[in-house]
């Protein structure tokens, strides 16, 4: 028989505690209103050292956390949380405001991320997400208690009952137990407790990320989160998340008891929502206007097409704010400006406005003529979460415009006249 020794929390109060950090207000006031349907009991803090002073007492089913933050970004928050909770740190789900890169990713990772949200925050990717991490959170509660009060054969009546795949593995990962659910899921033999089981389970181009994430867990014994494609019965693979964290035996040995919940529908609607985000970026790309979005109120640029970097003439200042970029900008009002854009909801409309260019080693100073709008974006709340700026140079056509009147002025002042005069007798002569 097995035994093990787990952690259960300190309070199974049903209002699930939800951590939000982000040094933003309006940003919490947002994430309160999109999760209201979930009745989570949402713990809200504006800095990284509050929350950390409040999890240290308080057990909680997960965190959101954005990263970029000042004094104590994300990344740092994340690793205390790890440093101090280890394998019962809750899951942490990084909120930023750029598209993650591969660096990024990696780095989320080594922190003890367990999955991103990308601003601005759509509201039903974010609920959908947050309900996986709380049903999870419930199952291995209810798994845990039965473990720990009532042994083994009441923790597999239990896990019988569970509308996800329960698991046990010891360290190495040779299955110890699957509940029904696994049998009725994938259609495999009652019993059949094989690796190979596993492996002709989970899709072929996700067994190399799950292997290797397994692996990293097992190796630095920590809490084991992966998504990964599971064929159903009948063939059909359903995105899963699955997650695992060690638990010590009566001895040296460590077992790992996990779930594995089907997310698919939370899937689609990531990538609905991506295909949509794909055909805008383009368009943003593609457009024959300048183009860039900041992040409001922080004024930071998150997005500029190449026509917006030819006009900036410059090129690496996504992630940067405003003033930063275009310091002397300061003076000329332009914060005020947009403020009261965001404030207000109303674009501002600017034409035939003047830009000067000072001379640098390869572009000589000139003065170009653009017209162009600020316009508000606002989220599911309500909420101004980034400003639009658009437009065009207009140079060249108020030059050609200005060169059109100045000709019709000198015809009208001149009385003009041909310059080119037939005689009657010439044209007669070559037969005109």
């Known amino acids: 028989m097995i035994r093990y020794i787990i952690r259960m929390p300190a309070n199974l109060n049903p209002r699930l505690k939800v951590v939000v950090i982000d040094d933003k207000p309006e940003n919490l006031?947002?994430?309160?209103?999109?999760?209201?349907?979930?009745?989570?009991?949402?713990?809200?803090?504006?800095?990284?050292?509050e929350a950390l002073v409040y999890l240290k007492s308080n057990e909680v089913a997960l965190v959101l956390l954005d990263v970029q933050m000042p004094e104590m970004d994300g990344f740092e928050v994340a690793q205390r949380i790890r440093a101090e909770h280890g394998n019962a740190a809750p899951p942490i789900i990084f909120i930023t405001a750029l598209s993650p890169?591969?660096?990024?990713?990696?780095?989320?990772?080594?922190?003890?991320?367990?999955?991103?949200?990308?601003?601005?925050?759509?509201?039903?990717?974010?609920?959908?997400?947050?309900?996986?991490?709380?049903?999870?959170?419930?199952?291995?509660?209810?798994?845990?208690?039965?473990?720990?009060?009532?042994?083994?054969?009441?923790?597999?009546?239990?896990?019988?009952?569970?509308?996800?795949?329960?698991?046990?593995t010891d360290t190495r990962a040779n299955t110890m137990y699957l509940n029904k659910y696994w049998y009725e899921y994938t259609g495999n033999t009652p019993g059949d407790l094989s690796l190979d089981a596993w492996i002709k389970?989970?899709?072929?181009?996700?067994?190399?990320?799950?292997?290797?994430?397994?692996?990293?867990?097992?190796?630095?014994?920590?809490?084991?989160?992966?998504?990964?494609?599971?064929?159903r019965h009948d063939g059909v693979y359903h995105w899963h998340l699955g997650t695992s964290i060690p638990e010590k035996e009566i001895g040296?040995?460590?077992?790992?008891v996990g779930t594995v919940t089907d997310i698919n529908d939370q899937k689609k609607i990531q990538t609905e929502v991506a295909e949509s985000v794909k055909v805008l970026d383009q368009m943003f790309s593609e457009s024959h206007s300048f183009m860039a979005i900041l992040s409001y109120p922080e004024l930071r640029f998150l997005k500029s097409n190449a026509k917006h970097k030819l006009l900036l003439r410059k090129n690496n200042f996504i992630g940067k704010t405003l003033l930063e970029v275009e310091p002397e900008l300061e003076s000329q009002g332009i914060v005020e400006l947009l403020n009261e854009v965001a404030s207000t909801g109303n674009p501002f409309v600017g034409t035939e406005v003047p830009i000067y260019y000072a001379a640098t080693n390869s572009e000589p100073e000139k003065t170009s003529y653009l017209d162009f709008t600020y316009r508000p974006l606002e989220g599911a709340d309500g909420k101004v979460y980034a400003i639009l700026a658009q437009g065009y140079d207009v140079t060249e056509i108020l030059a050609a415009s200005t060169l059109d009147m100045a000709w019709h002025s000198v015809e009208k002042e001149s009385d003009f006249k041909p310059t080119l005069v037939f005689e009657k007798e010439a044209l007669e002569k070559y037969g005109l």
């Open 29 to 49: 006031l947002a994430f309160g209103a999109a999760l209201k349907s979930l009745d989570c009991d949402l713990q809200k803090f504006s800095s990284g050292k």
């Open 101 to 168: 890169s591969p660096d990024f990713i990696n780095k989320a990772y080594d922190c003890g991320a367990a999955d991103f949200i990308t601003k601005p925050v759509d509201s039903r990717i974010l609920t959908a997400k947050v309900k996986v991490f709380l049903d999870l959170f419930v199952t291995r509660t209810k798994l845990a208690e039965t473990i720990l009060h009532a042994g083994e054969q009441k923790f597999r009546s239990l896990s019988e009952s569970v509308p996800a795949i329960v698991f046990i």
């Open 201 to 231: 389970a989970i899709h072929p181009d996700d067994l190399q990320k799950v292997n290797e994430t397994w692996s990293a867990a097992e190796k630095s014994k920590t809490k084991w989160v992966c998504e990964y494609r599971l064929r």
């Open 252 to 256: 040296n040995d460590f077992y790992w």
